[in-house]
């Protein structure tokens, strides 16, 4: 089974160059473009998406950057609240795992399906 | 043929499921996220990318829009600047054509290839 759409994007689910976005359908989707325009937060999602069994404790997340953990925790908030992760707590920890299910209605919008305007 | 990597963004065509980025790759990709973090930007590029042609002029590009000519032109400067579209003027209008390669690019970044951390 291929991921499911993000609730309330069903009808974004539609390659760019296939035909134009309305008001409505841009308003949704670009804010999830927006929280991926810092490098950060990029940072963080790819580290999360790639981990090991598709999640990541928040303890995996700290090494590596220049910023404070407040700055981290920040970020990860902003990927949390726009649904491009979902957290859990266990025990001590929080862990962060990536939603495919964005990932690939973002991806599947950017798309340049073969033979398209070539 | 498939579309070219925009210049400098070679060794970013992977799956963030795949791997982390490095702090680099995420600072070359955030601003072309960035740029699609706009409502009107997102429409605009649709416009173009979906024209027939896969290119827009100009004077195709205003109607629809509850916003002034100069921030559309701000906007599509934007777009530009980023490499998400080209244009050229021929006679009296400027032309707008979508970068595909720039697309295929973002795309694949966030694209969940089968079977990952399923």
Known sequence: MGPLTPVGMDDC?????NEPLNADQAERLAPSF????????LRLLSLIASHQG???????LTDGFDVSA???SHHL???REIGLVSS???GTWVYYRAE??????????LSVPQGVNA
Not at 54 to 60: F, K, L, P, Q
């Open 77 to 79: 908030k902003v990927l």
């Open 13 to 17: 689910r539609v390659p760019l160059v």
């Open 54 to 60: 598709g999640e990541a404790c928040v303890c995996d």
């Open 88 to 90: 859990e707590r266990r």
């Open 100 to 109: 495919q299910s964005a990932l690939d209605l973002l991806s599947t919008v």
């Open 70 to 72: 407040p700055t981290i």
């Open 34 to 41: 927006k929280a991926l325009g810092d490098p950060i937060r």
